[in-house]
């Protein structure tokens, strides 16, 4: 189930990606993969969700992953700025969904 949840985070990044050069949705190519990536990302997730995993921690680790890769892609490679208060909120939104996720594994006495 994790794999199909890398291959959502990783074709909805794709699909953002290919949003921002997309102007509006008049170029024919990235407006393509956009709709193939955003497709197939809702997918991959169902799939994962099928599979047993928790849709709390799969839409979290999910959008969690898709805003810090999103941001480092965007200051990596497309010049927009990334500042330390940024940084910091995707810190905090990481932490969130590791909080979820290790809050919801069984306890055993």
Known sequence: MW???AGA????????VALRFSEGFT?????I???FG???????????????MAVGVAYGVWAAAG???????????LGES????????????????LALQLGGAPHTA
């Open 3 to 5: 794999f199909w949840l």
């Open 9 to 16: 985070i990783l074709a909805e990044v794709t699909g953002t």
């Open 27 to 31: 170029r024919l190519v990235p407006s």
């Open 33 to 35: 993969v956009v709709a």
């Open 38 to 52: 955003y497709g197939f990302a809702f997918y991959a997730l169902s799939q994962a969700l099928t599979r047993g």
């Open 67 to 77: 805003v810090a890769l999103i941001a480092l892609i965007g200051a990596a490679f």
């Open 82 to 97: 990334l500042t330390w208060v940024q940084v910091g909120g995707i810190a905090l939104v990481i932490g969130g969904v």
